[in-house]
């Protein structure tokens, strides 16, 4: 708010389960200093494609009430399409908001 005079807001996003490639091919551990400290994350740490598919049925059926009735989880632009908004004059009244972005899931609790 001491910043908005001089138009910064700061808000955040929080997205539930985003279908990408992220789950999948896990993380690239390149840095060759983090490398020689974990030698043990090394190996491939991304779901098979059969994980991964199961990991978004589970998140449709159970964990995502939206994507349940809409058989199917949110997406990359989607989450793109918030940022862009949230970045716009059109949110110009918008500040110190977290804004969930998970169909729903915030409102479940644990599952």
Known sequence: VD???KGIRV???????????????????????????????MANSGMSDQSYATFLERS??????????????CTAR?????CAFLASSKASYITGECIAIDGSRQNLGAR
């Open 78 to 82: 989607e989450v793109a399409d918030l």
């Open 3 to 5: 910043l908005a005079s």
């Open 60 to 73: 449709k059926t159970v964990t995502h009430p939206l994507s349940s009735s809409l058989n199917r989880c």
């Open 11 to 41: 808000n955040a996003v929080n997205p539930g389960v985003v279908i990408t490639e992220l789950q999948k091919r896990g993380y690239d551990f390149n840095v060759s200093r983090f490398r020689a400290i974990n030698t043990n994350m």
